[in-house]
């Protein structure tokens, strides 16, 4: 049994809202690792929405573009589970990610890939990627659909 319409278009609508959520996080990571004093609730608040003005076009862009073609093709060889999901949308996350800081930041990618600063870019596309696919799935209710054979036609011959 397929989840619903409905369903699949609301996580359409409301998986890429996980996205600035998810970016401060990881930057909240990265800068409690290097030794700066963990954020407020208030200061993760007004940082995440601030974020979600720049990351919330790009998510819903992305998820277009990327996601749609990629949630119909695994779907048609029938590989729309949870742990193929996840490693295509991170795969799309950075190269989204990728795509973005190459139209709009073309001084950034002369040093990025020198220092290292680049692989921290494009796993947090990765992760953020991976955020929305998990949000998909289960708001979609895609992880009701179970495709598996009846238990007793496991031994039968056609």
């Known amino acids: 049994m397929r989840p619903p ?3 699949t278009i ?3 609508w409301v998986s890429p809202l ?3 959520i998810l970016y ?3 930057e909240t990571f990265f800068a409690v690792s290097s030794g700066t004093p ?3 609730v208030g200061e993760f608040v007004v940082q995440s929405a601030a974020v979600s003005i720049y990351i919330l076009p790009v998510s819903y862009l992305g998820l277009l573009i990327f996601g749609l073609p990629s949630l119909v093709c695994l779907d048609m060889f029938g590989q729309l589970n949870l742990p193929w999901l996840v490693v295509v ?3 799309e996350g950075a190269i989204v990610v990728f795509l973005y800081l190459s139209a709009f930041m073309d001084l950034f990618w002369a040093d990025a890939f020198q220092d290292g600063s680049a692989a921290l870019f494009l796993g947090t ?5 991976t955020g929305m696919a998990v949000a998909f799935w289960f708001i979609s209710g895609h992880h009701r659909d179970v495709r598996r054979e ?3 036609s496991a031994g039968k011959r056609a």
């Open 5 to 7: 319409a409905l369903r």
């Open 125 to 129: 596309g990765a992760a953020i990627a």
């Open 150 to 152: 009846p238990a007793n």
């Open 89 to 91: 949308a991170a795969v």
């Open 38 to 40: 963990l954020l407020s």
């Open 10 to 12: 609301l996580a359409f």
């Open 24 to 26: 401060t996080l990881v």
């Open 18 to 20: 996980v996205a600035p």
